[in-house]
């Protein structure tokens, strides 16, 4: 879910349909832990789907598939992060906008992810250039 750590990447994945680690991941990359001070509130299933307009089953399969993040409570029912209904909204538009397959969306979520760390981490040390390289 969201609370993993910050240099993690999509293959640090965890809950119950998790990615695993891919052999020559960058390991190296520096690393934040971040603590949370107030419990995040958890949404069911159901709560997602309403949210999301998507089928019950279909956030199931996308669970087993490793495309959504979630754990499971005391009594065993699936629960979310506040977050799940955009995760589940962005790939609906690459599903649809693309075409992609459900495997290659796990691709590009993973992608997407990794280069959401690399701008950041640029970002961080005031390398990056307004202008584009000039290659």
Same mark, same amino acid.
């Given at each position: &879910? ?5 240099? *993690?990447?999509? @293959? !640090?994945?965890? @809950? ?10 960058? &390991? ?8 949370? +001070?107030?419990?995040? $509130? ?10 999301? !307009?998507?089928? $019950?089953? #279909? /956030? ?6 490793? +495309? ?7 009594? @065993? ?8 209904? *955009?995760?589940?909204?962005? /790939? ?5 906008? #693309? ?5 290659? /969306? !796990? =691709?590009? +979520?993973?992608? #997407?992810?990794? /280069?959401? +760390? =690399?701008?950041? *981490? ?10 584009? $390289?000039?290659?």
């Amino acid at each position: &879910m969201n609370d993993r750590p910050a240099g *993690a990447g999509g @293959g !640090g994945r965890t @809950g119950v349909g998790a990615r695993p680690v891919r052999a020559g991941a960058d &390991m190296t990359a520096p690393t934040a832990v971040r603590y949370a +001070l107030v419990p995040v $509130p958890r949404l069911s299933l159901a709560t997602v789907a309403r949210r999301s !307009g998507l089928h $019950p089953e #279909l /956030i199931r399969r996308f669970v087993a598939l490793g +495309l959504v993040d979630a754990e499971r409570d005391s009594a @065993g029912h699936l629960v979310f992060d506040p977050t799940a209904p *955009a995760v589940l909204a962005r /790939i609906q538009r690459l599903r649809s906008g #693309l075409c992609l397959n459900y495997a290659s /969306i !796990g =691709l590009v +979520l993973d992608l #997407l992810d990794r /280069i959401s +760390l =690399l701008e950041s *981490a640029l970002r961080g040390r005031g390398t990056r250039r307004e202008t584009p $390289p000039w290659t």
